[in-house]
């Protein structure tokens, strides 16, 4: 009996790697025109930032070959913030983190007096972006006050607006 079930059970495992050896299994379609991809971090698993100039990944997401409407936002908590200049800055950036090109890029600076706790929020600019088959589109931020304890949450939306054209 047991030979008879590895018989039944064993045809359909050797068509399926067969297939997949020959590439006769239906692929992952690319985007279609108005699909959407979205990533998001959330308040509890925010990530912290280094007291530093250089723009640090808050999340990403891969794109296939097209042109996108891409936009976000970043939320930034700084806790037990000292007196002075908070800076803060986001940026949505195309291949690697930066907050280059500067015109979609957002940098805010407040004066605090030890406010303790603080959240801003900062939408960012959407851009229109045309990109090669497996971009990578990644929301930045980053934060250049004194204040080592600063974090960042939020998120990353983009819709296809048309086919990749060559």
């Given amino acids: 009996m ?37 990533m998001s971090v959330s308040v509890e698993d925010r990530v912290e ?5 250089d723009p640090q990944e808050v999340t990403h997401i891969v794109l296939d070959s ?27 950036s195309v291949d690697e983190p930066s907050f280059e090109p500067a015109p979609t890029a957002s940098v805010t600076a407040e004066q605090v007096a030890r406010l303790g706790n603080i959240i801003r929020n900062t939408s960012l600019v959407p851009r229109l972006v045309e990109v090669g088959d497996g971009t990578s589109v990644f929301l930045v931020a980053g934060s250049f006050n004194p204040n080592p304890n600063v974090t960042a949450w939020g998120f990353i939306t983009a819709v296809k607006i048309r086919n990749h054209v060559d």
């Avoid at 930032?49 to 100039?53: D, G, H, K, P």
């Fill in 49 to 53: 930032l280094a007291v530093s100039t």
């Fill in 2 to 38: 047991n030979s008879l079930i590895k018989l039944k059970t064993t045809p359909p495992l050797l068509i399926t790697l067969a297939l997949l050896c020959f590439g006769l299994l239906p692929r992952a379609q690319a985007a279609q025109i108005g699909d959407s991809v979205f």
């Fill in 66 to 92: 097209g042109v996108w409407l891409i936009s976000g936002q970043i939320n930034f908590l700084s806790l037990s913030t000292p007196a002075g200049t908070m800076f803060t800055a986001g940026n949505i």
